[in-house]
């Protein structure tokens, strides 16, 4: 287990330098002077200078690199063109959104999706199968942004039930809060439990073909306890680390649901960011969320090897 | 979004799982539900795409603000936009913008990825370390990200989003064909190319590239309906294309203002999106089950 935690863990860091460097080249590398970006026409050539110095243009690339890197190690994203107060603190006011949020898309994916796969699998080829299938097909195919306008139509407009849009703070109204992020986080989850529904068939329909499955049938044990016993907890591995990765994907899919749902969480503050040139910020989120991607990524790898002896013998 | 990550529903198929294209399993793929319906959905939307360069039922960008938000009705059958601008009309047109970044992105995909799979498979084991390294690093850095990170420096627009899309498929492509080159190059065939004579390019282009062309088709299919998503979510953003061409994602975001007095103004183009990637998805499941009977028989 040591040697496979400590391969996992230099290409956990590794990932992470590239994860880095695409922030940084991108921005700073690509053709195009950020200075120039950020200021638009308006920008005459002192004020390019000024800023330039200020972002530290006027550096080398690689020392640049190093003193961009070294900075956001120790949390220090840079500041905000448009707000002028420090990156990090912008993004740590949009957690509250945007963290609870994903939250809930995924408590909704395992809500739904596996019951769904179990389903599917213990009426294997019959009615439920089959509808699980059509779900899971339709599921993946209808875009997160207009099942949440469809939501919107359906529980706002036509029948008043949820507000359409905008976010009470958690402190002055808690349930007003959880109200404005159930429609966002139920678009958000639809694709994911459609993924994980096809996921957990696939894996319960592996596990049943067993022979151990076969042997506990012999036995004499019902249904329901070879399936919830055997089967799930077998199933488990592989549903516990697409979980893992689907949460990845959630945090990504929440920047376009907030801008449906006007959330003031970071795909709000990230899509402003881009509108008003302010480059800091824009490359401060993608690094956050992308960190936090590959983090998670890491965690399920080590899970993963935790749960099933072979993967960390291969 | 779903759409922007390539990691829902991508799937890596290995040369030695897969048969080679001409096999007598394609007489029956015209049975195979899945493969017809997708097919069907497919060509349909690509006939669309087609026709819109030719006809559309009214012009998709003429503007007659007294027809504003109608109902579906004879004279317009989707209804019209907020500023009276035909809704089938656009979205006809906004199938060519679909089509266009989904063969243009998928297309940079796999040129690219092809490209690096081989230095790759071909390198030392230092480049081929760094350059899969850095395919993970791209692999997990999700799509809608990176399609802001690249947006911000070049401006919204429909060139932005392809290039942003196609880069997000690189590594899907470079680590598919770097899994079948290093299968490939164990086999008999090679061997005995080489001691034909055969030089490295050789061997490359008429022994590994034709080999592996099944996967990378499969894998285009499955990349395609992403694409296709990624570029309705950008365009919803506003960062794709830009007013007052039409595009699926765009025009729904301009429709959420007028929810409530013309619903079926969202409802059209989102249909038209979950119908193209049904589509797409559909078909490229029924090609991996005919050309890997072995996944059909795994179902």
């Known amino acids: 287990m040591r040697r496979y935690l400590v391969r996992r863990a230099i290409a956990f860091v590794v990932t992470l330098f590239f994860v880095s460097l695409l922030s940084f080249a991108l921005i700073n590398v690509l053709p195009g002077d950020p200075a120039e970006i950020i200021m638009g026409t308006e920008g005459n050539p002192e004020a390019l200078a000024v800023l330039r110095a200020k972002l530290g243009l006027d550096q080398p690339l690689p020392r640049q690199y190093a003193h961009w890197l070294r900075r956001a190690i120790t949390g220090n994203l840079g500041v905000s063109i448009q707000y002028d107060v420090p990156v990090g603190q912008l993004i740590v006011s949009r957690l509250a959104v945007t963290f609870p949020l994903a939250g809930l898309a995924i408590g909704f994916t395992v809500l739904a999706g596996i019951p769904l ?198 | 979004m779903a759409g922007l990550t390539p990691a829902s529903g991508t799937t890596e198929i290995v ?25 069907v959905l497919t060509v349909g939307l690509l006939l669309t795409a087609l026709t819109s360069l030719f006809y559309t039922p009214y012009d998709p960008l003429a503007m007659n ?56 498979g071909y390198a030392g084991r230092w480049a081929d370390e760094v350059l899969m390294r850095g395919m993970d690093a791209l692999y997990g850095f999700p799509a809608i990200l990176l399609a802001l990170l690249i947006t911000s420096v070049f401006g919204p627009g429909l060139s932005t989003s392809m290039v942003a899309i196609g880069i997000v498929n690189v590594p899907v492509f470079a680590r598919l064909l770097r899994a079948n080159l290093l299968v490939l190059r164990e086999r008999d065939f090679v061997a005995a190319a080489r001691a034909l004579g055969a030089t490295e390019g050789e061997v490359v282009w008429r022994h590994f590239l034709p080999n592996a062309v099944s996967p990378l088709l499969v894998q285009a299919t499955i990349s395609f309906p992403n694409a296709i998503l990624a570029e309705a979510g950008l365009s919803y953003l506003g960062l794709g294309m830009q007013p007052p061409h039409p595009s699926w994602g765009s025009m729904l975001k301009e429709a959420q203002p007028f929810l409530r007095l013309a619903p079926t103004y969202a409802i059209f183009p989102g249909a038209a999106i979950a119908l193209a990637v049904l589509g797409c998805n559909l078909l490229g499941d029924g090609l991996r089950d005919v050309l890997d009977p072995k996944v059909s028989q795994r179902r």
């Open chain 2, 15 to 39: 040369a030695t799982e897969l048969a080679p294209l001409r096999r007598p399993g394609w007489r029956k793929s015209f049975t195979h539900r899945s493969l017809v319906i997708g097919l």
């Open chain 1, 117 to 314: 796969g179990i389903i599917a699998a213990s009426h294997h080829r019959g009615c439920g199968d089959v509808g699980t299938m059509i779900f899971s097909q339709l599921g993946i195919a209808v875009p997160s942004f207009w099942a949440g306008i469809l939501l919107i139509l359906l529980f706002s407009v036509y029948l008043g039930w949820f507000p359409a849009g905008g976010f009470t703070s958690w402190v002055d109204d808690p349930v007003g809060a959880l109200r404005s992020l159930l429609l966002p986080a139920i678009a958000l989850s639809l694709v994911q439990v459609a993924v994980l529904a096809r996921t957990t068939r696939s894996a319960m329909l592996e596990v049943l073909r067993e022979d151990y499955v076969q042997t506990a049938r012999s036995k004499g044990l019902s249904d329901r306890l070879v399936l919830y016993k055997h089967a799930l907890k077998n199933a488990l591995i592989t549903i516990v680390t697409l979980l893992g990765l689907q949460l990845g994907h959630l945090l990504a899919g929440s920047i376009i649901i907030e801008n449906v749902f006007y959330l003031p969480g970071l795909g709000r503050l990230v899509l402003g960011a881009i509108s008003a040139r302010d480059l800091p910020v824009v490359q401060g989120v993608v690094l956050f969320l992308a960190t936090i991607i590959v983090s998670i990524n890491f965690a399920v790898d080590i899970l993963y090897g935790w749960l099933d002896p072979r993967i960390r013998y291969d």
């Open chain 2, 65 to 120: 603000i007294a027809d504003r938000l109608q109902r579906p009705a004879a004279a317009h059958w989707f209804g019209t936009d907020h500023y009276g601008r035909d809704l089938l009309s656009r979205i006809m047109r906004g199938a060519t913008v679909s089509m266009t970044v989904g063969i243009i992105a998928v297309g940079i995909g796999l040129v690219v990825g092809v490209v690096l799979g081989v230095v790759a």
